[in-house]
């Protein structure tokens, strides 16, 4: 039976992994610009994002595994779960996510940074006329210093001494003592996800804050209010318009020994400048009926269309979400910041939850029955994913107040994905973190394990509690009786981020800290975002034809829905011939 149950929840992990492959593909697909796409560039794409949302859904994996050792309703371990065999199962736990986490800093420090330099001479083969093995060796000259970076970050980590005990702290019971023993290996690991995890908390905050709150309003405020049909039409009818006012203008003063009145020639200049505003529509409503473009490009804007009604609801939908995380971090956090047993001497470590959080008992609750707090994570871990994305967009890959690349569907330079992917695989490492520590600590360290306080009927023999069910109580940090000991394993996620906490308290204080700053940063954006639309750039505008529609187009709410259906069909009823602009 327990043979049968650990190969149940391996198999949900690996099929949660091959449909995250998928997401992954269709998102890099997404987001490319579609005539500079490079094959290299997309295949580590959707590896580096595979890997580091296969590192994120490990989590309820983790729990499931260890609270399978366990009855929650008896607070006993099984007959099946002897020590050996949990080892085991912490050990298998321990091997992935090592392996995971060192497969994502190589990611992130060595073949990402590798594929961006060795398209930037892939870049320069046609002018300079760089053989392959050229390439490769002047991507790999720059690379060498990513490589260098990795191995001061494991030196660093080998020799940099860790906290030690101090008298009067509250380190002495099991828990804490596992965690400050530890060899030289694991230390360089611990030190460098550390770090990694601190350098992507900033980022988390920068980006993964607004992205937070901005996600569920772009989808609440994203239908639009006239059809890609309409909007071609009347653009065309415009155009033509345009184009013969322009003839006639031209025709009266041809001949002029004077040339143009200026009456006329004013009116001949706005007529060129709206001309091109019309151009740029007409190529946006082409790309929004998916001209020129595959057929699943095409399949995929008419399935948009399908669902377009219901983006408000799935907005309203997450907004809810979003406030209730919001307000479920709020509340670890305060519960930490007042009731953490060390304080910041060991991260900010909770020995057991004392503020109710709705998060973390929703996870407690759904985890008696598996798979059912796996679909819930993997929906939150997926809502940070996109929010951070949608953060990156709007923010922008900067340097100061510098803008290098901008992330956006279909506008996404190769440069700027590879840019994008070291960013969200640092934002992941914080999500993770979080997750752990904030979001749903009780979760993320027992899960809904639970033990016995009864007295044991016979000395060293094993508490019952099948008569006494208000004597079970839910595994934590701090317990420290016989059965606790015996009976909660603690999930490797938690053990290892607060192993980072406890051995090196200042990246734990550091990170901690931030989700206040996360959570004022949600705030001010969700605040202003409610009550101001934020304005597009007009070079943005010129360049890419993006959102060209002008105010004079945007009808009003009740014609959204003849729009979905129209986009349906791809046909459009009456197209009114006023929709013609006035001369500037």
């Keep these: 039976m327990a043979v049968i149950q650990t ?4 198999i949900a992990y690996a099929v949660a992994v091959a449909v995250l492959a998928l997401v992954a593909s269709i998102f890099v697909f997404t987001y490319q610009k579609s005539g500079d796409r490079s094959a ?6 959707v590896i580096t994002l ?20 366990s009855s929650s309703r008896l607070g006993r371990k099984k007959d099946w779960a002897t020590p050996e065999k949990v080892h085991d199962i912490v050990h298998t ?54 490589i260098a970076l990795v191995v001061i970050l494991f030196l660093i980590g080998f020799f940099v001494p860790v906290r030690a005990q101090q008298a009067g702290e509250h380190l002495d019971l099991d828990y804490f003592k596992k965690l400050l023993s530890e060899n030289h290996g694991e230390r360089a690991l611990t ?15 920068l980006y993964a804050g607004p992205g937070f709150a901005l996600f569920p309003i772009s989808l609440i405020k994203s239908a639009p209010a006239i059809s890609a049909p309409s909007l071609a039409a009347s653009t065309a009818n415009a155009l033509e318009g345009n184009r013969e006012r322009q003839r006639q203008l031209e025709a009266r003063n041809m001949g002029r020994e004077d040339g143009m009145e200026p009456k006329d020639r004013r009116e001949l200049d706005a007529l060129l400048r709206e001309e091109r505003t019309l151009v740029r529509r007409e190529r946006l409503a ?30 309203i ?33 909770l020995g057991h939850v004392n503020i109710f959080n709705p998060i973390n008992w929703l996870f407690v609750l759904s985890a008696k029955v598996f798979p059912v707090d796996y679909v819930l994570v993997t929906l939150l871990v997926l809502f940070f994913f996109f929010g951070s994305v949608v953060g990156i967009g709007a923010v922008g890959i900067r340097f100061l107040w510098l803008r290098l690349f901008q992330i956006r569907k279909g506008h996404t330079s190769p440069q700027a994905m590879l840019m994008a992917l070291v960013l969200l695989v640092l934002i992941s490492l914080a999500i993770n973190f979080a997750l752990v520590t904030v979001v749903a600590p009780q979760y993320a360290h027992f899960g809904p394990q639970t033990f016995c306080t009864h007295a044991p009927r016979q000395p060293g023999g094993e508490p019952d509690c099948r008569n006494h069910t208000e004597l079970i109580q839910p595994c934590s940090e701090v317990a420290d009786s016989h059965s606790a000991a015996h009976v909660c394993t603690p999930s490797f996620a938690s053990t290892f ?27 001010i954006v969700f605040v202003t975002s409610l009550v101001r639309t934020p304005k597009l750039d007009e070079d943005q505008l010129d360049a890419d034809a993006e959102e060209a529609e002008e105010e004079g187009l945007l009808a009003s709410t009740g014609r959204r829905f003849g729009a979905t259906w129209q986009d349906i069909t791809g046909m459009l009823g009456h197209v009114h011939s006023s929709v013609y602009l006035a001369p500037d």
């Design 40 to 45: 290299l560039v997309s295949i580590i794409s």
């Design 93 to 146: 736990l321990k091997i992935v996510y090592y392996t995971l986490y060192s497969w994502d800093a190589l990611l992130c420090l060595i073949v990402v940074p590798f594929t961006y330099f060795f398209y930037e001479e892939q870049e320069d083969v046609e002018d300079e006329g760089h053989t392959f093995g050229q390439m490769v060796w002047g991507a790999l000259k720059y690379t060498l210093s990513f």
């Design 7 to 10: 190969t149940l929840i391996w």
């Design 497 to 523: 981020l607060d192993r980072v906490n406890i051995n090196y308290p200042y990246f734990g204080a550091f990170n901690f800290w931030a989700q206040f700053v996360f959570l004022a940063l949600f705030l």
């Design 317 to 349: 939908l997450l907004l809810v979400v979003a406030l209730v995380i919001w307000v479920s971090m709020l509340l670890t956090g305060i519960d930490k910041a007042k009731n953490s047993i060390c304080k910041a001497k060991c991260g900010y470590i």
């Design 191 to 205: 030190f460098s996800i550390g770090l990694l995890t601190t350098i992507g908390t900033l980022l988390y905050v």
């Design 50 to 69: 595979t890997s580091l949302l296969a590192t994120a859904l490990l989590l309820p994996v983790d729990i499931a595994l260890v609270s399978s050792t």
């Design 286 to 315: 082409s790309e929004a009926q998916g001209d020129g473009q595959g057929w699943l490009i095409k399949s995929w804007t008419k399935t948009q269309a399908v669902f377009r009604p219901l983006k408000l609801l799935g907005g």
